[in-house]
């Protein structure tokens, strides 16, 4: 979950626990977990910069 916290910030230019933000609200909005949605960044199958 780090590492798709670094790629969120640097893909959004914010600070990491922001990006965690984002993660958990995009995990929230699709009813899955944290983990599913991080393991989709970190796969580059999610980006937050498009």
Sequence with gaps: MHQASGMVAAQLGIGVE?????????????????AQV?????ARRLRFDI
């Design 18 to 34: 922001d990006a965690l933000l984002v993660l958990r609200g995009r995990a929230y909005s699709t009813n899955r977990t944290v």
């Design 38 to 42: 991080a393991e989709d960044v970190v």
